[in-house]
Each structure stands twice: as structure tokens, then as C-alpha cells.
């Protein structure tokens, strides 16, 4: 749609962008939010293109990504053999459920940085323990966990001109075993829970990531694998305002799901899959 508030879109972010930042100022990633509902509150648009910001690099280390990585390049990505978790990252993408054309658009950053609680690269990411470098418009820069970048409905750490530059996923979490499952409304829907549980290879450890039916993300972790009733227990400890309303699903149905399937992916990591 037209943003008619906007005056200015500066195609030519200095390589440091923030310096300039303004009242009104927003990063434009992909667009495909930016420009899918009015903003009344913005001015200026500052175009990420022009950075090349949209490298996927594997390495022993793991997966480092720009911040500008399309969902498109992502889905594309073919993984070590031995990153049992890396069928993770076409997954997520597929939970993204839109049309192509917003598929090659949409952006990794823009996704994590909209913190919609829906946000399949939020889910990927935080599940795989990852960090995210962010730029100040000072220069300076911070790494956060992923974890703690999310702190509500379309809320999250930046400050005003800050900047998500790159995500980097450990290659110690992708060498675990995986297990995902997601719940929508309706068949192309958007997500009304989507978890996703790891595990060390040759332990009996469980980080299970809870996402889309809260506001932010949860994470639990246990040593060993629980029985049923410590894993109900542990997630009917959520707190009551954590789990998110909207027309995809009521707080209790939400909290409903997250119980069964969390137990489900207990199963299957009990039966010894997935892989
Ligand atoms: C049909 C359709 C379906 C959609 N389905 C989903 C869905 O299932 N789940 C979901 O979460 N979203 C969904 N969206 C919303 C949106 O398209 C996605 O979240 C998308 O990933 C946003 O990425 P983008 O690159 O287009 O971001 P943009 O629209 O360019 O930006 C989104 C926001 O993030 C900020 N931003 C972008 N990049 C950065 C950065 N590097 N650092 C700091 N701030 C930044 C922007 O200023 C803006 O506030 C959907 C949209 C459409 C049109």
C-alpha cells in the first residue's frame, strides 16, 4: 500500500547505519510488513539493501546470517550432513505460510525484528541458541541469546536506531535431534503454537522452545528427560499473561496445545526419534 506519511527513503544507508537517526525513522528490510498496513508514526524509511547485508556463511562454527538473508535464500540452503537439526531451518520457513512473492521479499532480520509472537524465524532461531549482534548508532555493538530479544506482541530489546546486523547458530546446536510441531486455524494460517524440542546426541537432555501461542519465547531445559507430569507441570509454570490472545487461538487453548504436544515431542525422543 502507499505510506503517504513518508517524505524521504534514503536508498543509501551510510555502512554504519544509525548515525543519522530520527524521530519517524524506520529500517526498511523486505517491505513486506512495512508496506502491508499504514504507518502513521513514520517519516523516513531507510533502505538495508544497499548494505549486502544478506549472507548465509556455514563454517565449523555454525550458520552466521545476515540480518537481510531473504526466507527464500534460507529455505534454499542445503545443510552439513551432520546438522541433524539443520531440516529446522526449511521447516520454519514452511511455517511462514505466504506467497512467493513474499517469500523472496521477507527477510530473516525483518522477521526477528517485527517480534510478531508468529515470527517462525523467532522460533528457529531461539530453539537453536543463537545469538543475535546488534549495531548501535554510537558504533558500538552487543550480542544477545535470541532468547531474551522478544519481550512481547511486536516488543522487543532495540533502541531507537539500533539495528540487528546478523544471527549466528551454533553448530553445536545444530548437531542435536530435533522435533517441531505447530498448530494452525486454518490450513495456510498463521501458527497458533509452534514448539520445537533438541537434544545433545548421546544424552537424554531436552530444551524444548515455546513459541507463538506466548508472547515471547519460552524456554525449558532439563538435564534429563522428563516423565509426563513434570513436563505438564513445567509448563503449566508459564505465567497466565504470557500466553497470547488473538483470533488464532484463546490463552487456554493455547496452553492446551503447548501440554500435548510438548508431550508428544517427549514421546518421540522416549521411542528414539527422529534422527
Ligand atoms: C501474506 C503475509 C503473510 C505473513 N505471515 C507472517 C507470519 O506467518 N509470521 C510473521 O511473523 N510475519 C508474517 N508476515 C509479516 C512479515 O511479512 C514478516 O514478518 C516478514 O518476515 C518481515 O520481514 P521484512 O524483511 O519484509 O520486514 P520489513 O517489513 O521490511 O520490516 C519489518 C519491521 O522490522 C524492522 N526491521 C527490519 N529489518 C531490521 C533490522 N535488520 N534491524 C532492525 N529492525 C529491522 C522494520 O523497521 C520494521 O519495523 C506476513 C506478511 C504477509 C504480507
Not at 129 to 143: C, F, N, V
Not at 268 to 275: C, S, V
Request: charged share 25%; proline share 6%.
Amino acid at each position: 500500500m502507499d505510506l503517504n506519511t513518508i517524505t524521504e527513503v534514503i536508498r543509501r544507508p551510510p555502512s554504519r547505519p544509525g548515525v543519522e537517526w530520527q524521530e519517524g525513522d524506520a529500517w526498511l528490510a523486505g517491505g513486506t510488513w512495512l508496506y502491508s498496513v499504514e504507518q502513521p508514526g513514520l517519516r523516513r524509511l531507510i533502505d538495508l539493501t544497499e548494505l549486502r547485508w544478506n549472507a548465509l556463511v556455514s563454517s565449523d562454527a555454525g550458520l552466521d546470517m545476515g540480518a537481510m538473508c531473504t526466507i527464500r535464500d534460507l529455505y534454499a540452503f542445503a545443510s552439513p550432513d551432520d546438522w541433524i537439526a539443520g531440516s529446522l531451518l526449511a521447516k520454519s520457513c514452511e511455517a511462514f505460510l505466504s506467497s512467493f512473492k513474499v517469500w523472496n521479499a521477507a527477510t530473516v532480520g525483518g522477521n526477528i525484528c517485527l517480534s510478531l509472537p508468529a515470527g517462525p524465524m523467532i522460533t528457529l532461531t531461539v530453539a537453536l541458541e543463537a545469538q543475535y549482534e546488534l549495531w548501535a548508532p554510537d558504533g558500538s555493538a552487543r550480542t544477545v541469546d535470541a532468547l531474551d530479544f522478544v519481550t512481547g506482541d511486536n516488543r522487543n530489546i532495540l533502541a531507537p536506531g539500533e539495528i540487528l546486523r546478523r544471527v549466528r547458530i551454533p553448530a553445536r546446536a545444530l548437531r542435536k535431534r530435533a522435533a517441531h510441531r505447530r498448530f494452525t486455524l486454518t490450513r495456510l494460517g498463521r501458527s497458533t503454537v509452534f514448539l520445537i524440542g533438541t537434544q545433545t546426541p548421546g544424552t537424554s537432555d531436552l530444551l524444548l522452545t515455546v513459541t507463538a501461542g506466548t508472547t515471547r519465547p519460552v524456554r525449558i531445559a532439563f538435564d534429563t528427560m522428563p516423565d509426563a507430569r513434570n513436563l505438564r507441570r513445567s509448563i503449566d509454570e508459564i505465567p497466565a499473561g504470557l500466553w497470547f490472545a488473538d483470533p488464532n487461538g484463546t490463552p487456554d487453548h493455547r496452553h492446551h496445545l503447548t501440554r500435548h504436544f510438548a508431550e508428544e515431542i517427549r514421546r518421540e525422543f522416549m521411542a528414539g526419534g527422529p534422527a
